[in-house]
């Protein structure tokens, strides 16, 4: 299969005529001659929401089973792509081959997740209170709990992850889990992309007969589409993922609706790391190295990329900076996204370099003409340059980093006090820095969604305990995760159902409890 250059409304494709834009490589610095895909306008977005509002009651009343079959569907459709999906990504992002396999498989692997969400009903919270008509000095009524979707969502295609945080990506899969329809604006660095997974999405749709309008896919140039979808009433929740300009832009809009709307915007971390004096005397060196691969993986294009390393100061940090700037140095220029992420990452750095105190102290690799190809670097400064420095704080989207060099464990405690909300924390210790780390966690649990100890934050795992989120502005909601399970509750609320005759209630707060799952019945867990 190859792109057409259509958008995906419903079940059907519709040729965009606002205008049209070619996909583009970023590794030969070059437009993709064919095809030309077609901006969208208003009434392809009034066209899209209204299917996916009309659809919205008969998709979340479909029994759980079809609606798992469907997430499931949707994983076959994208594996049936087979080469042409891993080539037509690598094409437009410049990506490896290898990287991009494995994110198909994490992609896959999210629906099915889902679907073994769906089917164990457990997202639901089913919570009973039976009806207590004797008590005194009030009876109580028959009490229960269930969630609903709020409606459908808008999600916005990640620039850095082609396939597993765009069109199928976690949104996706966790507001289709949830039972409410998607409508997608593709971003407009990986649109052919972007249309095959589409199209995965609305065959799996029509093969396993889901109401039209359960999914559609929208392109459109510059903010006009993003922000007529955000805008729009029939929309009821948004997910996006992408800077923090963007993102604040879109909780702008949608804070100022008629009737705003929760929005999920993953925006911006620098994932403090934290070398502990014991483990930084032990293995400086073999730290380093790991630190060094972690930096520049992808490129450095990961919002939970090491863009801050914590150290005492002395002999052994001295050690470790070595070491990682000669890690650092025979480290190749990548490819970057597009050119607008190289300029941007260009910019960041010139402006940390033109901060006070600030030293690079390492240089990946010339780029030797390579067109957006960024080189990693690594920059060196004292805890009280920080301390009175904001800017330090900012994202270098990128292969990137600043070591802070702090006097002592109470220094590194003042500048984890001084730190937005982040993704992640890392505690890099032995047994004799515990002390340390009991001092430095009671600050991370307020400042980040995942703390992790002697690895690095660039692996997400997709499973049900992992939290991909923290507090502003990581996110902008520090009370949900963007990745693992429990990223359905983003898009459902709960509803109580008071003295309801049992033959109306849903079905996993009926008597009979049809669909077996676990519930909390009188404070009492139980399947029963």
Known sequence: MQPTGAMLIGHAAVRGQAGSQRAFNPATNA??????FGFGTRDD?????????????????????????????????????????????????????????GERGRTVGQLRLFAQVVRDGHFLRATIDTAQPERQPLPRADLRLAKVPLGPVAVFGASNFPLAFSVAGGDTASALAAGAPVVVKAHSAHLGTSELVGRAVQKAAQSQGMPEGVFSLLIGAGREIGEALVAHPGIKALGFTGSRQGGLALLRIANNRHEPIPVYAEMSSINPVFLLPQALAVRAEALAQGFADSLTMGAGQFCTNPGL?????????????????????????????TPGIYAAYREGRAQVEAVEGVERVACGADAAGQPNAAQAALYVTDAQYLLRNPALQAEMFGPASVVVKARDIDEMRQVADLLEGQLTATLLLDEGDHEAARQLLPVLERKCG??????????????????????????????YTSVGASAIDRFLRPVCYQDIPDALLPAALQSANPLGTWRLTNGVMAQA
Do not use: W
């Not at 437009?31 to 030309?36: D, G, R």
């Not at 994208?78 to 891993?86: C, P, W, Y």
């Not at 100890?453 to 990581?474: I, L, Q, S």
């Open 45 to 101: 977005v009034d066209r899209a929401v209204g299917l996916a509002t009309r659809a919205f009651d008969s998709y979340r009343s479909l029994p759980l089973e079809r609606r798992a079959a469907f997430l499931e569907a949707i994983a076959d459709e994208i594996m049936a792509l087979g080469d042409a999906l891993i080539e037509r990504a690598h094409g437009e992002s410049g990506l490896p081959l290898a990287r991009l396999t």
């Open 309 to 337: 390393v914590l150290a005492v100061d002395g002999p052994d940090l001295q050690r470790f900076v070595a070491a990682a700037g000669k890690a650092l140095g025979v480290k190749a220029a990548q490819t970057m996204l």
């Open 450 to 479: 995942r703390i992790l100890a002697n690895g690095f934050p660039t692996g997400v795992e997709v499973c049900h305990a992992m939290v991909h989120g923290g507090p502003f502005p990581a996110t902008s909601n520090a009370m």
């Open 31 to 36: 437009e993709i001659a064919e095809p030309q």
